[in-house]
């Protein structure tokens, strides 16, 4: 429900009724395996056995296309 965006009230109600977790655990719960893939990620970067990949790395290249100004610049 955090993941999915479900306001704090509703939550709340479906833990007093006890068919959630509190949004204080939810919110330890997050914090807790933060830390744990924080440090399982340094932990594997000191081992120099991974690589990492960025997604939507965009590079804008320039390409060059000739023009009758660029011909005439260049004589």
């Given at each position: 429900?955090?993941?999915?965006?479900?306001?704090?009230?509703?939550?709340e109600l479906l833990a007093h009724m006890?068919?959630?977790?509190?949004?204080?655990?939810?919110?330890?719960?997050?914090?807790?395996?933060?830390?744990?893939?924080?440090?399982?990620?340094?932990?594997?970067?000191?081992?120099?056995?991974?690589?990492?990949?960025?997604?939507?790395f965009d590079i804008d290249l320039k390409?060059?296309?000739?023009?009758?100004?660029?011909?005439l610049q260049m004589t």
């Amino acid at each position: 429900m955090h993941s999915c965006g479900t306001p704090e009230t509703v939550r709340e109600l479906l833990a007093h009724m006890g068919l959630s977790i509190s949004t204080t655990s939810i919110n330890e719960a997050i914090s807790n395996l933060s830390k744990e893939a924080i440090a399982e990620t340094r932990r594997i970067g000191k081992s120099l056995l991974t690589t990492y990949a960025y997604d939507n790395f965009d590079i804008d290249l320039k390409h060059s296309t000739p023009t009758v100004l660029g011909q005439l610049q260049m004589t």
